[in-house]
């Protein structure tokens, strides 16, 4: 195996400013850089193929990940193309996912690990937050934890308890993490080339109600999205709509809905949610002067919070209307049967704007 | 498979307590600079240990785990590797990594609350120590797997104490470790207290090398306060790691002479009696009755050997004390590998933070 193992003393962050040195690398058998019709696991599937292509240190690792190609389908086929030695089914543990993860990545490797649903992941947040958000902290920059752990989250697709959750914020509270959350098929192949391009530990959390929501033509040319780094969907005047993951879909809607009316809502989504890029959302609050924050994760601490307060801090004498946010409730995730109750509706996020934008 | 089949758990014991031979020696001990390596490491980790202790004692470092009567597995530990091969230690485990590389002015700074103490510099790629219990183990089971995709033929080897068996991170390491085949060798030390609690609340289990079994993959239980039976059994052990890719888990039996960290009272829960029994066995003892019946080493040796290494801890010492601050950002600077812009404020409130104001408690 031609390899080259960069230790974190060289982070290979030159690899997301550098385009691919080896021109369209042979994909699964196929030569492809066109553009793809794609819904988002098929666009993380097809940013996996693209980077363990080019990339010799990239590992996949996870429970069904390897012959069953993920219960999602998330990692499909990669092991019949890349190999059993770099694709890894592991037993089922979640504890030690996090931690084989941490120790490979200390050693060169790039393991981009999958934790079957986030309500899972709890048994592996001693490995991710205590040492691989850590490591390279600890040993003052000797060696760090290149590595990426994607999760499916969130709610509405009728799943079993503990499947469905939104803890981002529990994630993005722990320093050394970045966390981010596409919320378009183009998002998520660009995102995570950057996340596993990443010289730090990225978590990588997929808003599973759209994996197979909407497809969209994806260019399958290894070109990586900015991290850290709002991206705003829409232009608008009138007030300021911030969110991520699946409610994205749910606010633009709304968008489409308040413009028929006249109003222009500026669409910002998040996608990194940990560090938080608050100059656009500043630059949008000074522009618009209101502003709604979406997110289907538990009001209370959620990181709506921390953009408001942020707004608070920052941006006080431009705000003409209170901030608003439209959340999950404080309350224990419920079953199927009820979930659309909890779930932050176009309704209520169309309310919010109509009360933000009538404030005097 | 169904069905009972039979294990058997192996001891080895080379040396009794006294020095005498238990059993013809192993060859490798015709190597006469190695056994002189083994004991005079014990010695630097035994007096290095002490003045560890004496400096948070005078308040000149903070909270220290000694590894009072643990030497023996530590060295022969750090012997058997080869340079090229990875350490993934626990915090109990200080004289291995100074025999790979780290300084002891380093162990200082580490204890003294300093992170530039956890670089080891010198060390390769092997881990720092950590302080939750048992994490250790499932990164070093991903250490061995990059070793085993990269081709290489290095093995890991890491240790934990004898509560960490009590973890699942300790069953699920050995587990893949079992599953894949790793090149990758866990050292138990078993020196029966994890804090206040003795073994016996521990585990039922009569012994910890028999938790192998479970795993399907060797284990064996060693004297861990005989040097020589330490050494076979570990090296032994790293070589079927490197010839065959099998793992072994050790356990080795020792006692924590000291209290569990400099922090802790053990006269609260153990008896003085148990502990005054156990150091008629310790290692350092036994090692030198032993070099001195095969005529390796005299009083005129000895007495050498305690000034050289007095003389490299005051040295350690005196770099320890004299080493400069590192800067206030230092706090904020690895946190990534690059700054996010986020954070740009935050680093400069820190490089104006007036710290003095917060630091005037006593340490413990």
């Avoid at chain 1, 100059?279 to 408001?308: D, M």
């Avoid at chain 2, 000694?66 to 200080?94: F, H, W």
Wanted: net charge negative; hydrophobic share 40%.
């Amino acid at each position: 195996m031609n390899m080259s193992f960069s230790t974190s003393d060289s982070p290979s962050t030159d690899d997301a400013v550098e385009p691919d040195k080896s021109p369209s690398p042979d994909i699964g058998g196929k030569i492809e850089a066109e553009n793809k019709e794609c819904v988002l696991v098929e666009a993380i599937n097809m940013a996996l193929h693209y980077e363990m292509a080019r990339d010799d240190s990239v590992v996949v690792l996870g429970e069904d990940v390897a012959t069953n190609g993920g219960v999602f389908r998330a990692t499909l086929d990669l092991k019949q193309t890349f190999g059993a030695a770099r694709v890894l089914d592991t037993p089922l543990a979640e504890g030690l996912i996090g931690g084989i993860s941490i120790g490979m990545a200390t050693q060169g490797l790039k393991p981009v690990t999958e934790i079957q649903f986030m309500g899972f992941m709890f048994a592996a947040l001693e490995q991710l937050m205590c040492h691989a958000a850590r490591m390279r902290n600890r040993t003052r920059g000797r060696l760090a934890c290149p590595m990426v752990v994607r999760m499916p989250f969130g709610g509405g697709i009728h799943a079993p308890e503990h499947h469905s959750e939104s803890t981002e914020a529990l994630l993005a509270h722990t320093p050394g993490l970045r966390v981010v959350i596409p919320s378009s098929p183009i998002r998520a192949y660009g995102l995570l080339l950057a996340a596993i391009r990443d010289p730090d530990p990225v978590i990588f959390l997929e808003p599973k109600r759209i994996y197979r929501a909407q497809a969209q033509r994806v260019c399958n040319d290894g070109e990586a999205l900015p991290l850290d780094t709002c991206f705003t969907l829409r232009e608008g005047e009138d007030i300021t709509l911030v969110s991520w993951g699946a409610l994205i879909s749910e606010c633009s809607q709304v968008a489409d809905q308040m413009l028929e009316r006249g109003i222009a809502v500026e669409l910002i989504d998040v996608a990194t949610v940990s560090p938080l890029d608050m100059a656009t959302i500043l630059e949008s609050v000074a522009k618009t002067g209101r502003c709604v924050i979406a997110h289907e994760a538990p009001k209370t601490g959620g990181i709506g919070g921390e953009i408001a307060a942020q707004l608070a801090e920052h941006a006080l004498l431009d705000l003409k209307a209170p901030v608003l946010r439209v959340a999950g409730y404080d309350t224990v995730m419920p079953y199927a049967k009820k979930e659309a109750l909890y779930l932050p509706s176009a309704a209520q996020i169309s309310n919010a704007i109509q009360q933000v934008l009538n404030f005097a | 498979m169904r069905g009972r089949q039979q294990f058997s758990i192996h001891f080895l014991q080379y040396l009794d307590p006294e020095g005498n031979l238990d059993l013809p020696l192993p060859e490798w001990t015709t190597d006469g600079p190695l056994l002189l390596s083994i004991y005079q490491n014990m010695v630097l980790a035994r007096l290095l240990d002490q003045k560890a202790v004496a400096l948070q004692r005078t308040g000149q470092m903070g909270t220290y785990p000694s590894i009072l009567g643990q030497e023996a597995i530590s060295v022969c530990t750090g012997l058997a590797m080869a340079k090229n091969d990875v350490l993934v230690p626990y915090y109990r485990d200080a004289p291995a990594q100074m025999i790979r590389g780290m300084s002891a002015a380093e162990l200082f700074m580490y204890w003294g609350g300093d992170e530039r103490g956890g670089n080891l510099n010198t060390a390769s790629l092997d881990l720092p120590i950590c302080v939750p219990i048992a994490t250790q183990l499932t990164q070093a089971a991903g250490v061995a797997t990059a070793l085993k995709i990269k081709g290489e033929d290095s093995v890991v080897v890491t240790s934990c104490g004898d509560g960490a068996t009590s973890k699942g991170d300790f069953m699920e390491a050995l587990n893949l470790a079992g599953v894949w085949d790793l090149p990758i060798v866990f050292v138990i030390n078993n020196n029966r207290w994890a804090i206040s609690v003795p073994l016996a609340q521990q585990t039922r289990a009569p012994t910890l090398a028999q938790k192998a079994i479970a795993a399907g993959i060797e284990g064996i239980q060693v004297d861990g306060n005989d040097p020589i039976a330490v050494y076979e059994v570990i090296s032994k052990a790293i070589e079927r790691a490197r010839e065959h890719k099998t793992p072994t888990l050790i356990e080795a039996l020792s006692y924590r002479l000291s209290d569990h960290t400099t922090a802790d009272d053990a006269s609260r829960y153990r008896d003085a009696d148990e502990l005054k029994a156990h150091w008629q066995e310790e290692p350092i003892h036994r090692f030198q009755q032993f070099l001195h019946q095969q005529g390796l080493w005299d009083r005129e040796q000895e007495k050498a050997l305690q000034s050289h290494c007095q003389q490299t801890i005051d040295q350690a010492v005196e770099q320890y004390l004299a080493a400069e601050e590192e800067p206030a950002t230092a706090i904020i600077d690895y946190l990534h590998a690059f700054l996010p812009y986020s954070l740009e404020s935050q680093r400069s409130a820190i490089q104006h933070k007036d710290a003095s104001v917060n630091t005037e408690g006593e340490s413990r």
